[in-house]
């Protein structure tokens, strides 16, 4: 048949074999598409060589059968049927026609025109089965019915429907037994009587008769409630009025549940009941098992699409044609696609939506080698990302999918960079206070004879020797630069061991007013504007008011060097969120410090190394490369954290965060005092 008919029209052609009535299928042109065994007898042929003809061959509609004389009958003495199927709907009824076999022998006999779904045709095997419960091929019928759904409600209601017109009933359920629980779950009821047992009620296995027929797999009937019981909860059936039951077991290479049938009447089952039951209970069983594990494969999917669109990450899966099958929720939020508009999408699109510019195929070295691989990705913001890719390959060795992996560990490198940066730290400060120390002392002496010479260069008669006319100059010189060897081992030793302080409650926005009275001298003479949002009621906070000034010196002075000449440099003050950026728990108060300037910027490849000791971008001779260092390591001994944000031509901007507390957080200079006491 070949799948040019519905198959529901097979399981038919099947059942009608099996109680000798000819069938065949017909299209709309009357061509024969299929045809049953009994058809081809009838007819004179096997059933294939009707394939592909005219049914109008044999059967000569608008004929009438009385135009045959003597009549024909079959074999068996019953007269000659023919059931005929249109494949599309037409209508269907009952009438006498002539026929013709293949040798051209002529015939009468009763057609039926049964259309696709028609009531016609299930009235007819309800019958069959009344009259014989032993037609098992109207039964498999039945069960085509059952079994073309996949859901247990829907098959509950079927059934439930079909058995009535063989079977009454008052009240008919289904219970599905939980085997971990060690119960029977009304999942299912048809009755108009009032219960006590609704959907959803939970029953015991050792105290009812259902329960019976889950431990024993073999069904039960109860000829009267009123006259025995056997089983205690079954009082409740009877309470309800109900007097005898039929249970029917449901078993699939497991016990699936029970099939109930209750009525009001005594004794209304018997044992041809428990036949047709006993017949339809298989396909049931079959349906339901189908059911069931179909239930489990959609709880499974939802379980890993929950898993799926949980991952903070971004998750997506291509196809074979790299076209995007599936994102997770992650790229749906970051990207702005709905998960309709991401399916069929090239990679790149997604990629260009999180701001990452594609120049090369990123899953080339996958599509090769059939192996995950790696690759660190840059923003156009900066940012960092992380970017896997997995193939998905089947038994046969075939890559059919690939699963793609982005992650942003932008904050991740910057902790990283933190710690290496506090590493290097504190081991260039150990390096450096003994280097300092012992080089401080040969300069020391270079410096004391550099100013005696520079003494005696001042006498007449060496002044009068034509040889000795540049020697002042060069000794002045050596000695302003041995000075400024002495400021930067001065540096050095501050950073490697700075001086404990006074750590005490403090003002900020003072420290910052004293800060601005020693630089306003410089930003007048480079015409830069200073602007000042200070807010007013701000807690003080704990910390060393000698280190505070530094710090804010340090990076306001940087501002002046960088930003041109009638640029603005904006210090604003305000209380921070408090709130971790990278966590929903709330943290101790602090107060921010933001300066921002309108200078050169920085650019985004050396971002990372501007709290590096001795790494500086000044003009040689103008800066050490200590300062940012300095204050990187200021803001950690008060608890504090410093962060900047700046792009190439549009300025920078340095936000500190210090805690109002700060004693929380004991300050490293602090216990360095206490150590060197």
Known sequence: MGGRFPDEFGFLL??????????????????????????????GCGSGELEGGGIESFIAFGVQATAVSGG????????????????????????????ARKNGEAFAAKITMITRGSPVR??????QIKDDPRHSGLINELGGIINSSLSIGTIFRMVASEIRKIIDYDRASLLLNDEKKKNLLIFALDT??????????????????A??????????????????????????????????????????????????????????????????????????SMALE???????????????????????????????????????????????????????????????????????????????????????????????????????????????????????????????QHLIRSNRLASLGTLVAGIAHEINNPLGIIAGYSEALMDRAREDNLLKVPEFEDFPEYLETIHKEIFRCKGILRSLLDFASPSPGSFRQLDINEIIKEV?????HRAKRLHHQMEFNLRRDLPKIFGEPGALRQLFMNIIINSMYFTPEKGSITITTLMADGRDEESIAPCPAAVKVVISDTGSGIPAGIMDKIFD?????????????????????????????????????????????????????????????????
Not at 516 to 520: E, F, S
Request: aromatic residues 8%; neutral net charge.
């Open 122 to 127: 299930h009235a007819v095997i309800i019958q």
């Open 14 to 43: 099947d059942t009608l074999d099996s109680i000798n009535i000819s069938a065949v299928v017909i299209d709309e042109a009357r061509r024969i598409l299929a045809a049953n065994k009994a058809s081809g007898a009838l007819f």
């Open 211 to 284: 329960g019976w027929v889950v431990q024993n797999n073999q069904p039960w009937i109860n000829y009267d409630l009123r006259q025995e019981i056997r089983f205690p909860d079954d009082k409740k059936l009877a309470a309800e009025g109900i007097r005898s039951t039929i249970s029917i077991p449901l078993f699939k290479d497991r016990m699936l549940g029970v099939f109930n049938l209750d009525s009001t009447m005594p004794s209304k089952y018997s044992g041809d009941d428990l036949q047709i039951l006993l017949a339809v209970a298989r396909h049931i």
């Open 516 to 520: 601005i009275l020693l630089v306003n």
């Open 290 to 416: 189908n059911a069931l594990l179909f239930e489990e494969i959609s709880k499974e999917k939802k379980e890993w699409k929950k898993t799926f669109d949980a991952i903070t990450d971004m998750v997506w899966i291509e196809d074979g044609n790299q076209q995007i099958i599936r994102a997770n929720q992650t790229v749906l939020e970051k990207t702005g696609f709905s998960a309709a508009q991401v399916v069929g999408r090239p990679c790149r699109q997604v990629m260009e939506k999180i701001g990452i510019q594609i120049t090369t195929r990123l899953c080339q070295q996958t599509l090769t080698s059939r192996m995950p691989s790696f690759l660190e990705l840059t923003g156009k913001d900066g940012g960092i990302f992380h970017f896997w890719v997995y193939p998905l390959v089947d038994e046969e060795g075939r890559m059919y999918a690939m699963v793609h992996y982005l992650k942003d560990v932008t904050d991740q490198k910057r902790l990283e």
């Open 613 to 677: 000791p001795f790494f500086t971008t000044k003009t040689a001779g103008e800066g050490t490369g200590l300062g940012l260092s300095i204050c990187h390591k200021i803001v950690e001994e008060h608890g504090g954290s410093i962060d900047v944000e700046s792009a190439p031509g549009k300025g920078t901007a340095f936000t500190i965060k210090l805690p109002v507390d700060g004693r929380a957080v004991e300050p490293l200079g602090s216990r360095a005092g206490r150590n060197k006491k």
């Open 72 to 99: 024909i009958t079959n074999t068996d003495g019953h007269a000659a049927g023919c059931a005929v199927f249109p494949a599309e709907a037409h209508g269907g009824d009952s009438f006498e026609a002539c026929c």
């Open 192 to 209: 108009g009587m009032k219960t006590l047992m609704p959907k959803g009620i939970r029953a015991p296995v050792d105290t009812t008769s």
